[in-house]
């Protein structure tokens, strides 16, 4: 499976920006999707992820300025993002651990910038 990643961009503090993750493939269950980002010399850590059952984990970080969500017919999830801070500069990758032929599966994408300036 192939995971394109969208919507990052360059947006001041204060600003918004919704990123996107659209798979191609065959999938049997999705059991995880996820947002993770890394910043230029830092680990790569967790934003958000939600469950197939629709349970969701936000990092601290991001508590309460950021939302997850994914359309199920579509396969699809998306990551608003309010309240941007410069620390939240990085590159945002999506992440889909699923099950395919029985198999179980950990995708990522290419990733998108997202920079927000002071």
């Known amino acids: 499976v192939q995971l394109q990643a969208s919507g990052g961009g360059l947006v001041q503090a204060g600003g918004s920006l919704t990123l996107s993750c659209v798979p191609s493939?065959?999938?049997?269950?999705?059991?995880?999707m996820a947002w993770h980002r890394q910043a230029p010399g830092k680990q790569r850590d967790l934003v958000a992820r939600?469950?197939?059952?629709?349970?969701?984990d936000y990092a601290d970080f991001v508590k309460g300025r950021f939302t997850i969500s994914r359309d199920n017919a579509k396969n699809t999830v998306q990551l608003q993002m309010n309240s941007l801070k410069p620390d939240d500069t990085a590159v945002y990758y999506c992440?889909?651990?699923?099950?395919?032929?029985?198999?179980?599966?950990?995708?990522w994408g290419q990733g998108t910038q997202v920079t927000v300036s002071s």
């Open positions: 992440n889909y651990q699923y099950v395919v032929l029985g198999f179980r599966r950990d995708d």
């Open positions: 493939g065959r999938f049997s269950s999705i059991n995880v």
């Open positions: 939600i469950t197939g059952d629709g349970n969701i």
